[in-house]
């Protein structure tokens, strides 16, 4: 297309510009041309918080905020939470095509013969506080990973990349178990190759001196789904963090520490945990009126409501209710998930939130049916992380292998002082 360009004029000059379109973007180096004077540096843009800016090119996820929709790779997220397990989705994202019976079974083979974890790892878990919330343990023992391995620096050794990613997919349940299990007294519980990733996590977890854990399919399932619609979701913060760290060329387990370190903050993935505790603070279906108005005055957010991309219903959102029932039908009927319906349905008829275009997220469901499961509040984003570890391992090799990336060093609009004279100490104050 002749005209994919801004022509733009330069009122400060006069002068007029053509700026190539790229994929409905505007590279941001094209405007460094912009200049009143010939020593200047040109125009940059300004992006708080990235509001409307692309980092990357990526093949891994699609979302369309105003139509709700989420594909891997393509696939529809339904799709992927009916027919397929978490590890089959962690391929696709990885590998770029859903694995055939033979690739997913050597997939498979291969992430079990890594869950265990080094000793050293296990005793350096033992020196937590007894107390110490699931969430710190897990980011600061996936950087201490970076120890065991130190092959894991060879960054630009597609082998190596790949084995680091292996073991992180494959250890990561098994350090959420420990750390769960340390903040209960339990001892730890060791893998079961018999067991699928997500029973063998769940084992990890539970089994006490039973020889062998019993699974719940049910509960399983549900958690497998969960796992695959937490799996990736484009440029999210945490994944930026991945990418950034990343991008300096830091291993992957330091660079996967970062990222949950930023999943863990209440805005992203650790608001799950706070849905939780906003429900049990609203605590009847008489006080959401009220809890409503402090929302909307401002007060405190609703917790598990609005999206930076989705500015309609976020499609996991609705999945997650559906498999809410199925686990309920096991656990039998939750008060907070009638609390949780009642105060979606206020929201959505409430010009506030309506105008705010804000819609139940992820996270608004996730807490209610991991509760449900038997989960604590602080194991619930945890859970996001293992999930998440594929995404962000995907999306860690795109970036890796994206000619175009280079480390991640954004500019500034300078507004503290001009130069000025040193002011000794003795003649300060
Ligand atoms: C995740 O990015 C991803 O993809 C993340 C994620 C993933 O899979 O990786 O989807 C996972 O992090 C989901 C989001 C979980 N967080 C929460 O549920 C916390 C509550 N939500 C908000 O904090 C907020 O909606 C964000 C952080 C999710 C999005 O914030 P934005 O895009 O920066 O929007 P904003 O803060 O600019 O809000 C726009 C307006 C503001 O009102 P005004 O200033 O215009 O009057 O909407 C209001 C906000 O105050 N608003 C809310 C609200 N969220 C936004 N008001 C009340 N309750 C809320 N939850």
Not at 37 to 60: E, R, V
Not at 118 to 133: L, Q
Not at 383 to 397: C, D, E, T, V
Request: glycine letters at 6%; hydrophobic letters at 40%.
């Amino acid at each position: 297309m002749p005209n994919n360009s801004l022509t733009i004029t330069d009122n400060r000059t006069d002068r007029t510009y053509t700026v190539p379109l790229f994929k409905d973007t505007v590279r941001a180096t094209d405007l460094r041309q912009i200049k009143t004077q010939p020593d200047d540096f040109g125009l940059m843009t300004y992006d708080p918080a990235y509001m409307n800016t692309s980092s990357c090119q990526s093949a891994i996820t699609f979302i369309d905020g105003d139509k709700g929709i989420l594909r891997y790779r393509g696939y529809p997220i339904e799709i992927l939470a009916e027919k397929c397990t978490y590890l089959e989705v962690a391929y696709l994202l990885h590998h770029g095509e859903l694995p055939d019976p033979s690739q997913l079974a050597q997939w498979v083979n291969e992430i079990n013969s890594h869950m265990m974890l080094h000793e050293n790892t296990k005793k350096f878990m033992e020196g937590f506080r007894h107390d110490a919330h699931p969430m710190a343990m897990l980011v600061s023992t996936l950087a201490a990973l970076s120890t065991i391995y130190p092959d894991a620096r060879r960054v630009n050794d597609a082998e190596s990349r790949r084995l680091q990613c292996v073991r992180l997919i494959a250890k990561i349940p098994t350090i959420a178990a420990f750390s769960f299990r340390h903040t209960q007294g339990y001892p730890y519980i060791y893998p079961d190759n018999e067991l699928g990733y997500t029973e063998n996590f769940m084992n990890m977890l539970w089994r006490m001196v039973e020889p062998k854990f019993q699974v719940n399919e049910v509960i399983a399932r549900a958690l497998d789904i969960l796992f695959i619609l937490h799996a990736d979701h484009e440029q999210n913060c945490s994944t930026s963090a991945m990418r950034a760290v990343g991008s300096s060329q830091a291993d992957p387990y330091v660079s996967a520490a970062a990222a949950a370190a930023a999943l863990s903050g209440p805005l992203h993935g650790g608001a799950n945990e706070e849905v939780l505790r906003m429900i049990e603070e609203i605590g009847t279906r008489e006080n959401i009126p009220g809890y409503i108005e402090q929302v909307k005055s401002g007060k405190c957010k609703l917790m598990g409501f609005g999206h930076r991309v989705y500015k309609n219903y976020d499609p996991r959102a609705a999945i997650i209710k559906q498999a809410a029932y199925e686990v309920f039908e096991v656990t039998g009927p939750n008060p907070k998930l009638e609390i949780a319906k009642e105060l979606e349905d206020i929201a959505l008829h409430d010009e506030y939130f309506i105008k705010r275009r804000l819609y139940p997220n992820v996270d608004f469901y996730s807490g209610i049916i991991y509760q449900a499961m038997g989960f604590k509040p602080e194991m619930f984003t945890v859970l996001f992380a293992i999930a998440r570890m594929s995404g962000w391992l995907a999306q860690w090799q795109e970036m890796i292998s994206d000619p175009e990336q280079k480390i991640a060093r954004p500019r500034q609009i300078y507004t503290g002082y001009p130069a000025r004279e040193f002011v000794s100490i003795e003649l300060r104050g």
